[in-house]
Every structure is written in structure tokens, then in C-alpha cells.
């Protein structure tokens, strides 16, 4: 090893004042550790396993063993009926990974290292739910892709298709501080994914998802309408294959913002105190 | 300014039924390496995580470069750096960009944070390495970077906790090298350590730490003289005077001891020693080993190894030991 020159401090300026304020400052360092969750995913693709092949092995099983008995013999008209579905469900169990690898990172004291550095509580919170944009276009790439080779086909334009895609990728940054926060709370991310299926598999199976809502009795229909994947599914059925959106989008939105008044305050309050 | 650049004030914290620290106080000097030493559980790693701003205290307060710990941490942030118990390098990150994301968090611009990336990389002897991903590196090299990391920002006051666990000597040789370099830098270094030995060479002052109590804070050699005095070691040339060579050391042996042929473990064997009070028993021994006819081949004088130190101070407390293992 070779000997450093004394060393000369790095910051310019006033050492306690951060580089252009401290909204910059989040904003900066929120990219820096976002682009360190994407560098993670590039060199790991089998993690993506839950945002490629999963959501294309639902959309062929419900299609092909299903879809005969449940779309009355009309496969093409059930797909139809299906992948905008699918693709809400998709969504929320693709947030399930995230939530896993911050409790990952935690554990191995990654983070131990950036909360002693001057960034903002938030920011490795908020760079890591930046950073699953990229999982959740994915998602729609894969299932839109995969799904017009097996014959599905967007009904209403170019215009809508993009804002379908839009509002999942918005609905799945919301929905996926409920995996951050969960995350922050238990010990292991197999536990993440137990707590999470739990929560998951209800809201999409107790939905409109699969079947037709009136098909079911009375007391699920109930719960069916108090879903939040059930207005969600309808505004993305009504953006790919038609029918009216407005009300259901406007339902959806609340819902996301509600996640997010919910959810962000208390996964930041988890992990502060998570020591 | 203040001399003291840590400073800490009956520091506890419980968690759960474990009273993690039980009043701590520590106080370093800037520009030396203060030592904390202690058993595993006894607390290190608590008072580390506090005073680098991870970790409030149920009481107490603590100043870092003169910055109240639980008042402003962010301005403490500014000026420590941290390296865990664990390397906490991230695996699929390569040397580099690991070390250019923590530049970047420091508020270096992308191009100072990659300067500063590629000057470190090659002082630890990383830069051949420096574009592979982390996970393919060796445990000395994730050490290695794991430290580097915590140099980024030219901090005034290092961290280090455990920085050898698990390190091959010769890594570990390594690594007291960097931390005496950072010193004659200017920076301050507050390691905890298991090692006895890591402890004597590096810091100017050693707190030993037990139960979450400190239970001294000293030099080493006034820990060392503290615990008991002195040592006389002799050898002699023909291992058939062992008894001739007792015989004439109990004559010079403090009171109430006497010379014992070597055995434990570390020991050299055909040696043998003696408690004495102070080196003028030198003044009686060689003679008397002169006129007794033992020829020596080795002869000294020593204070006792840290080791002794260690289980002389830890010792009072069995009780309370007992009680924590049925916790």
C-alpha cells in the first residue's frame, strides 16, 4: 500500500449545509441509491422471475385450464376478460420482492452504512421504491406481450393502452409500501413474502380478477366491491378492452393516495426504529 | 477547541431484558486510537452504534467532534465514518461503485466521488479489482474496501468495529497499518477489538468494557501495571539447572510467590519465571545466578500480556454472568 497525500476534504463549501439545499439533496441522493437498486437487479435477472415467467404462467393456467369452464367454452373472449386482471394481481405481488430485499439489506448491515451518512431518512427508502418502476414495466411488457401472441387484443387505442400501463406502474409504487413496511417489521424475507401472500391472495381472488362478480353470493359480492383491486381491474379493463372508466379511475386514485398517506408514514416510522 | 473529540456521559440502553449499556463513559483524544475492549455481549458494539448517530440512548449524551450525538446528528454524519462489525459492502456492486455511491451521498459531485473512489481503491491495493462486483471478492479485500468506504469523506472521526474478526494475521497487520496511517492524518479512531493484542498495538488509551460497565480506561502499560508487576524470565543454557535456577530466583521472588518452571500454552519451554516486585531483583538475580553457576541464554523482564490484564479485571463479576446466560 502506498501512502495518501494529507488528505484535503472533499466538500466545498459549508461542510454542514447539503449541496444545494436539502429538497436537492433528497432528490440526488434518493437517484444515487435508486441506480444502486437498479445496478442489483441488472446482475441479478432471476430475481425478476416474479415480474416474467409468474405472471405468464398465471395468464396460460387460467387461460388454457380454466378459461374453457369459467369463459363457457370461449377462450379468446376470457383472455380477453382476464389480462387486465392478471395484471393488477401482478402488480401487487411484484411489490413482494421489494420489501424482501430491504429487509435483506438491513439485516447485512448494508443500511447501517447509509443511515450513518448525512442523506435524509427517507432517501434509501425512497430510491428503492423509485427503483421498481423498472419491475413493474416489466410486468406490463411481458403481460401485454405475451398475452396479444396468445391472442388478446387492446380494443381502444394507442392513447388508452399507455395510460393503462401508466396507472399500474402508478398503482404498484403505492401498493408497494405496504411490502416496504412489512418489510421493516419482521425478521426474515421469507416471512415478507408469508405476510404478504397472506394479505395478497384475498384481495385478488375476492375480486373481479377471474370471474364475474354476479356469479358469486351475496356476502362476497360485498367484499368484492370494498376491494381496491376490484375498481383498479375494472379502470385497466375499461383502458385496454373498453367500457367506462371515470368513476372506477377516480375510486382507484383515492385508494393510491390513500396507500400512500398510510403506508410511507408508517414504513418511515419502522425504519427509524428498526436498529 | 476541545481536546476531546469523543466524549460520552452515562450512556444506557435496554433492549428488552438485556441492559445493553449501564452507564457509559468514554472519553478520546483527538488524533489517537482509543481502544474498547471487551468480551462479546459486553456492550461495544451499543456504544459504537450510538455514538455514530444509529442508535439512541435510553440516557446520557454523547459529543463527537463536539457535536451533541442526539442534538445534531446530521452534522455528526458529516464527520465520522462507519465501518460494522460485518463488511456491509454491497456484493452486487462492483469495488467502484461502491464507492462512488457513498461519495455521492457525502454530496461529492459524480466526478470528485469517482476521484476519490479510484485514490482509495489504490491505496488498499484494489484497483485491479476495482470494476468486479464485490461478491467475488476475498474476505481480506471485502474488509479492504469495507474500510475504504468509510474513508470517503475525509471523516474526522473513524468508526471501527471489529475491524479484524476473521482476518488471517498478516491481513489483520495490514489493516493496523491503515489505521496508523489515518492517525498521523489527523483523523481520530475508536475501535472495538476481541484482541488483546490488536488493542496494545494500536491505541494510546484502552477502556475495557464488561456487562455494559466500563471497568477501566488506562494505557496499556498502566493497565498492564495495574493488574501486576513485574515479570523475570530466565533461561538457562542446559535445561538439566531448571532446579538449580528455581532455587536461586525464589530468592528474589515478591512476597508470598515463587519461581515456576514454564508450562501454560505460549510458554518457552526450559524457562523459567518469577514474580518480582521491581527490576532492581535484576541487581540480585544475575549474580546469584553468576556464583550458582547457571549459564543463561535468555533473560528478561516483562509486565504482563494484556490476556492477564483482561481475565484479572472480568473476573469479579461471575455472578451477574450467570444471571445473563439464564436470560
Avoid at chain 2, 206 to 214: A, C, F, R, S
Amino acid at each position: 500500500m502506498t501512502t495518501l497525500d494529507v488528505p484535503t476534504r472533499g466538500f466545498t463549501g459549508d461542510i454542514d449545509r447539503p449541496r444545494g439545499g436539502a429538497l436537492a439533496a433528497l432528490v440526488r441522493h434518493s437517484v444515487a441509491l435508486a441506480r444502486r437498486s437498479l445496478i442489483k437487479t441488472i446482475r441479478t435477472p432471476e430475481a425478476l422471475i416474479d415480474v416474467t415467467v409468474q405472471p405468464v404462467i398465471f395468464l396460460l393456467l387460467f387461460t388454457y385450464l380454466f378459461g374453457g369452464a369459467i369463459g363457457a367454452g370461449d377462450r379468446g373472449a376470457y383472455l380477453q376478460f382476464l389480462l387486465p386482471g392478471l395484471l393488477a394481481q401482478s402488480l401487487a405481488l411484484g411489490g413482494i420482492a421489494l420489501g424482501q430485499n430491504l429487509n435483506a439489506d438491513i439485516e447485512k448491515g448494508v443500511f447501517d452504512r447509509f443511515r450513518s451518512l448525512p442523506v435524509a431518512r427517507s432517501a434509501p427508502l425512497v430510491g428503492a421504491v423509485s427503483a421498481d418502476v423498472v419491475r413493474y414495466l416489466t410486468v406490463c411488457v411481458f403481460m401485454l406481450g405475451f398475452g396479444t401472441l396468445m391472442g388478446f387484443r387492446v380494443e381502444t387505442g394507442f392513447v388508452p393502452a399507455v395510460a393503462a400501463v401508466a396507472l399500474s406502474i402508478g398503482f404498484g409504487l403505492c401498493f408497494c409500501w405496504i411490502s416496504v413496511w412489512v418489510g421493516m417489521l419482521v425478521r426474515t424475507p421469507g416471512a415478507v413474502q408469508g405476510v404478504m401472500f397472506l394479505l395478497i391472495f384475498p384481495l385478488s381472488f375476492g375480486s373481479n380478477v377471474f370471474v364475474q362478480t354476479n356469479t358469486l353470493p351475496g356476502w362476497l359480492q360485498a367484499f368484492v366491491h370494498v376491494n381496491p383491486i376490484t375498481p383498479l381491474v375494472s379502470t385497466i379493463r375499461g383502458l385496454l378492452v373498453g367500457g367506462p372508466v371515470a368513476h372506477n379511475l377516480t375510486i382507484t386514485l383515492a385508494w393510491m393516495a390513500g396507500l400512500l398517506v398510510v403506508f410511507v408514514p408508517l414504513a418511515l416510522r419502522a425504519y427509524a426504529r428498526r436498529a | 477547541m476541545s481536546d476531546l473529540v469523543v466524549r460520552a456521559e452515562g450512556l444506557r440502553k435496554r433492549f428488552g431484558k438485556t441492559q445493553a449499556l449501564d452507564g457509559v463513559d468514554l472519553a478520546m483524544r483527538r488524533g489517537t486510537v482509543l481502544g474498547v475492549l471487551g468480551p462479546n455481549g459486553a456492550g461495544k458494539t451499543t456504544a459504537v452504534r450510538v455514538l455514530a448517530t444509529l442508535l439512541r440512548p435510553d440516557e446520557g449524551s454523547a459529543e463527537v467532534a463536539g457535536i451533541d450525538v442526539l442534538k445534531e446528528p446530521a452534522r455528526v454524519r458529516r464527520r465520522i465514518g462507519l465501518t460494522g462489525q460485518y463488511a456491509s459492502v454491497d456484493e452486487d456492486l462492483t469495488g467502484t461503485q461502491n464507492l462512488v455511491l457513498i461519495g455521492q451521498l457525502l454530496d461529492l459531485t459524480t466526478r470528485d466521488a469517482k476521484k476519490r473512489a479510484a485514490e482509495l481503491l489504490e491505496w488498499f491495493d484494489l484497483t485491479e479489482a476495482a470494476g468486479r462486483m464485490a461478491k467475488t471478492y476475498s474476505g481480506g479485500m471485502r474488509r479492504r474496501l469495507d474500510l475504504a468506504a468509510s474513508l470517503v469523506g475525509h471523516p474526522e472521526v473513524i468508526f471501527l468495529d471489529e475491524p479484524t474478526t476473521g482476518l488471517d494475521p498478516a491481513k489483520r497487520e495490514d489493516m493496523w497499518g491503515v489505521v496508523r496511517t489515518q492517525v498521523t492524518q489527523g483523523s481520530s479512531v475508536l475501535l472495538t477489538t476481541q484482541y488483546l493484542e490488536e488493542a496494545d498495538a494500536l491505541a494510546d488509551e484502552i477502556v475495557v468494557i464488561n456487562h455494559g460497565k466500563v471497568i477501566a480506561h488506562d494505557t496499556p502499560d498502566g493497565l498492564k501495571r495495574r493488574v501486576g508487576g513485574l515479570t523475570l524470565s530466565v533461561r538457562p543454557a542446559d535445561p538439566a539447572k531448571v532446579p538449580e535456577t528455581l532455587r536461586v530466583l525464589d530468592a528474589v521472588a515478591a512476597p508470598g510467590t515463587n519461581a515456576s518452571a514454564e508450562t501454560a500454552a505460549g510458554a518457552r519451554p526450559g524457562a523459567v519465571s518469577v514474580p518480582v516486585t521491581s527490576d532492581l531483583a535484576l541487581d540480585e538475580a544475575v549474580p546469584a545466578l553468576r556464583r550458582a553457576g547457571v549459564e543463561v541464554v535468555d533473560f528478561g523482564l516483562h509486565l504482563p500480556s494484556l490476556d492477564e490484564v483482561f481475565h484479572a479485571l472480568t473476573e469479579g463479576a461471575p455472578e451477574t454472568q450467570k444471571e445473563n446466560e439464564l436470560v
